[in-house]
């Protein structure tokens, strides 16, 4: 059962306050991170216990956005944020002890979209969130639709989070589906690595390129006809990548103006 989202609404509001749901294996994590969303201000926060609340129970809570903190057992923690992530689309941020490379990478693989090490301070846990929202498709938006991207043989729904190569839908992760709208949105164009991991990831992470070459490997096994050949995503070695699909450039529909199957 997958959570449902809101529809893009005219905004945001000023009075706008995202509904934020605390998620902890453990309790002593679980107080952490609210007492810093407390700090922030601007959030409602909902605070559970993985395994305690059931998908029924996030469905009435109707967050925008997940807070996973992750004090202890990390196996533990990265496996619930995989059955988050397999449960719904929303945005998954992983609070935790660790700031390891490894740990941060395998947070990412397990489905979250952003990553803080605790103790966090709680102006830049916002800004965090406020980054996660507006990409997002549950912060309101002053565009009334979505475009469609066509490329080639390639075509992405960005309001409905599908991707179609010849007609077949390839499933993708949120962050593969990021990374390659980023790309899409600039065909033939060489796009820098500091830029797709500013778009994709956040500004912070403008200098881990192996996040980058990660979900470029996953992407590549999942759209190429052969990933060691590949013909869409093209690397310039040592700048960044270039997407270039069989056919013209990319063209903009709005949803509205298609018949959505």
């Given at each position: 059962?997958?959570?449902?989202?809101?529809?893009?609404?005219?905004?945001?509001?000023?009075?706008?306050?995202?509904?934020?749901?605390?998620?902890?294996?453990?309790?002593?994590?679980?107080?952490?991170v609210?007492?810093?969303l407390?700090?922030?201000?601007?959030?409602?926060?909902?605070?559970?216990?993985?395994?305690?609340?059931?998908?029924?129970?996030?469905?009435?809570?109707?967050?925008r956005?997940?807070?996973?903190?992750?004090?202890?057992?990390?196996?533990?923690?990265?496996?619930?944020?995989r059955?988050?992530?397999?449960?719904?689309?929303?945005?998954?941020?992983?609070?935790?002890?660790?700031?390891?490379?490894?740990?941060i990478?395998?947070?990412?693989?397990?489905g979250?979209d952003?990553?803080?090490?605790?103790p966090?301070?709680?102006?830049?846990?916002?800004?965090r969130?406020?980054?996660?929202?507006?990409?997002?498709?549950?912060?309101?938006?002053?565009?009334?639709?979505?475009?469609?991207?066509?490329?080639?043989?390639?075509?992405i729904r960005l309001?409905?989070?599908?991707?179609?190569?010849?007609?077949?839908?390839?499933?993708?992760?949120?962050?593969?589906?990021?990374?390659?709208?980023?790309l899409?949105?600039?065909?033939?164009?060489?796009?820098?690595?500091?830029?797709?991991?500013?778009?994709?990831?956040?500004?912070?992470?403008v200098?881990?390129?192996?996040?980058?070459?990660?979900?470029?490997?996953?992407?590549?096994?999942?759209i190429?006809?052969?990933?060691?050949?590949?013909?869409?995503?093209?690397?310039?070695?040592?700048?960044?990548?270039?997407?270039?699909?069989?056919?013209?450039?990319?063209?903009?529909?709005?949803?509205?103006?298609?018949?959505?199957?």
């Amino acid at each position: 059962m997958r959570m449902t989202t809101v529809s893009r609404e005219a905004g945001p509001r000023a009075d706008f306050r995202p509904n934020v749901v605390i998620v902890s294996p453990e309790e002593e994590g679980g107080r952490e991170v609210r007492s810093a969303l407390d700090a922030v201000g601007g959030f409602d926060a909902t605070m559970v216990r993985y395994g305690v609340a059931t998908l029924a129970d996030f469905q009435e809570m109707q967050p925008r956005v997940i807070l996973l903190a992750i004090v202890r057992d990390s196996a533990y923690g990265l496996a619930t944020c995989r059955q988050l992530r397999l449960a719904c689309d929303l945005p998954i941020v992983i609070c935790a002890r660790s700031d390891r490379e490894r740990d941060i990478v395998r947070a990412f693989e397990s489905g979250a979209d952003d990553y803080l090490v605790m103790p966090m301070k709680p102006a830049e846990l916002g800004a965090r969130l406020r980054a996660v929202l507006r990409r997002s498709a549950d912060w309101p938006s002053a565009q009334p639709a979505q475009p469609v991207l066509i490329a080639g043989e390639f075509e992405i729904r960005l309001n409905e989070q599908r991707v179609f190569h010849k007609g077949r839908s390839i499933e993708l992760s949120p962050m593969e589906f990021r990374l390659l709208a980023a790309l899409m949105r600039r065909p033939g164009q060489l796009v820098t690595h500091a830029v797709l991991l500013a778009e994709v990831w956040g500004p912070q992470y403008v200098d881990s390129r192996n996040y980058l070459r990660l979900y470029v490997q996953y992407l590549r096994e999942k759209i190429e006809d052969d990933p060691h050949r590949p013909r869409a995503i093209l690397n310039e070695w040592g700048v960044g990548y270039r997407f270039e699909p069989d056919g013209g450039a990319p063209t903009l529909r709005r949803e509205a103006s298609r018949a959505v199957a």
